[in-house]
């Protein structure tokens, strides 16, 4: 066939345009501010159909399940498009380097070029196409090399992504015993007013100021990291992030002999991965529909702390800054919320409710735990 250098460079543009897509979204460590990213495109548009097919889910667990499976299937599917976009690349380029292949059984078409590409991206090497001309020869050995090249990135950057997935998980977990299921700020204060709990809340809150930064880091470098949902239904990293905000917020409004300066830390580090995460998958800040946190409730809070021995600092003054803390925050946080379907927790407990750890599924079912999880006392997690 006679070469066609129109398709020849259409397939070289094709391969540069996949690989450094493949190479933003996997090797790249950094945030990518260019407008148009094949990957940006495919995520916005996949999720926005994924969650228009779970509107029609009406178990919620099911649908959050369902949900679940968002993260892990979209991955795959991008490592498949990247590879099907190499192959139709280095097609194309046979193609327009003029087909200069031997078949064994008849003369080579367009498919033929496809299918030498395909079987030299995945190393079959069957033999049964052979290249004959320089070009050629130099096509099938480079698509050889970035095929290996591909499928060892593949095999490196899945691992660290499950592996960045359990790290931020952990302190998600140890959450649950510490602030309830969901967390909440109120919950989180009050399970800390024993006589050295001030000293246990200045240690969680630096936990939380490195995971806050960490969480950062990764989700910005890789997004697809926060359409991974947490193992338990009534947990997510946005609930948490949130109730460690809300936590830090009351402690710089004033609580006597807590760790303010460390709130203040934490808050700094976690406000500004909030903003940031808002920015990269392109919500805008939301107010929110209705009051997270009304007048009766901050009073109900400061009833709570001060019958386990807290005092939250009151009056106007106080109100106003609790109220510019909740601004920096609250609309991204909600904003992130409603794009990944996860909710906000409350600021106290809406209800008495058993931790994750008090209840399982198997003892339901058996019959050796009561199936109502709300008639417990205040104290009762420990």
Not at 127 to 140: E, H, M, N, T
Request: net charge neutral; aromatic share 12%.
């Amino acid at each position: 066939m006679i070469p066609v250098p129109g398709v020849f460079a259409l397939g070289v543009a094709a391969f540069l345009v996949v690989l450094w897509d493949a190479f933003e979204a996997i090797i790249l460590p950094r945030r990518v501010t260019r407008k148009f990213r094949f990957t940006r495109f495919f995520y916005r548009t996949s999720w926005r159909l994924w969650k228009l097919m779970m509107a029609a889910v009406d178990a919620p667990k099911r649908r959050e399940t369902l949900l679940g499976f968002y993260g892990p299937i979209s991955l795959l599917v991008l490592v498949a498009i990247w590879a099907v976009g190499l192959v139709f690349s280095f097609g194309l380029m046979q193609f327009g380097a003029g087909s200069a292949v031997v078949m064994n059984n008849g003369p080579s078409h367009f498919s033929t070029d496809m299918y030498l590409s395909g079987t030299t991206f995945f190393t079959l090497g069957l033999g049964d196409v052979v290249p004959r001309s320089g070009l050629a020869r130099f096509l099938v050995v480079a698509e050889a090399g970035f095929g290996f090249g591909f499928l060892a990135a593949v095999i490196g950057y899945l691992p660290f992504i499950y592996g960045s997935f359990a790290d931020r998980e952990v302190n998600i977990s140890l959450l649950d015993s510490r602030a309830g299921t969901p967390p909440t700020a109120g919950e989180l204060l009050r399970r800390h007013s024993y006589k050295t709990g001030q000293e246990a809340l200045r240690e969680l809150l630096k936990d939380w100021e490195r995971w806050c930064a960490e969480l950062m880091e990764s989700h910005l470098s890789y997004p697809v990291l926060a359409y991974f949902r947490s193992q338990h239904d009534n947990q997510s990293w946005i609930a948490s992030l949130a109730a460690i905000l809300d936590t830090c917020a009351l402690v710089m409004v004033g609580i006597e002999g807590a760790c303010e300066k460390q709130a203040e830390l934490t808050f700094a580090i976690a406000r500004h991965a909030v903003v940031d995460l808002a920015q990269v998958f392109g919500v805008t800040p939301t107010a929110l529909p209705a009051d997270r946190l009304s007048a009766e409730a901050l009073t109900h809070i400061r009833d709570v702390l001060a019958q386990n021995g807290l005092k939250l600092r009151d009056g106007a003054e106080a109100d106003q800054k609790l109220h510019k803390f909740r601004a920096m925050y609250e609309p991204y946080i909600y904003a992130l919320g409603v794009h990944l379907l996860q909710t906000l927790p409350p600021w106290m407990p809406l209800k008495k409710g058993k931790d994750n750890w008090q209840t399982t599924a198997w003892a339901e079912i058996s019959g050796h735990l009561e199936k109502d999880a709300t008639t417990v006392t205040v104290d009762d997690h420990f």
